[in-house]
């Protein structure tokens, strides 16, 4: 265990960002379900669902929950996906 206020700050702090960042990964899957089944589907309202995704995915990027570049690609194949769909 940490022997130093600021180490045992600094746990204190990693905890904190970690379920954050937990909630947002899973937000995101969740977002990304969504568009995946919507664009499967054939439904109405998938371009919606789509555009949430990668709302949400961006953010994850911006915030560095995720990677740049897997933002990109996950963002890419989504996008594909809806445009073959179509």
């Known amino acids: ?25 899973s937000m995101m899957r969740t977002f990304l ?9 054939g439904a ?15 953010l994850l990027a911006s915030k560095g929950i995720i990677p740049r570049n897997t933002a990109s690609r996950t963002v890419g194949r989504l996008r594909k996906a809806a445009a073959q769909a179509s």
């Open 44 to 58: 109405k309202d998938k371009d919606e669902h789509v555009l949430k995704a990668v709302s949400t995915i961006d």
């Open 33 to 41: 379900k969504q568009a995946r089944e919507a664009v499967e589907s």
């Open 1 to 25: 265990m940490a022997e130093h206020k600021q180490a045992e700050k600094r746990h204190r702090q990693s905890l904190v960002r970690q379920e954050r960042n937990k909630h947002y990964r």
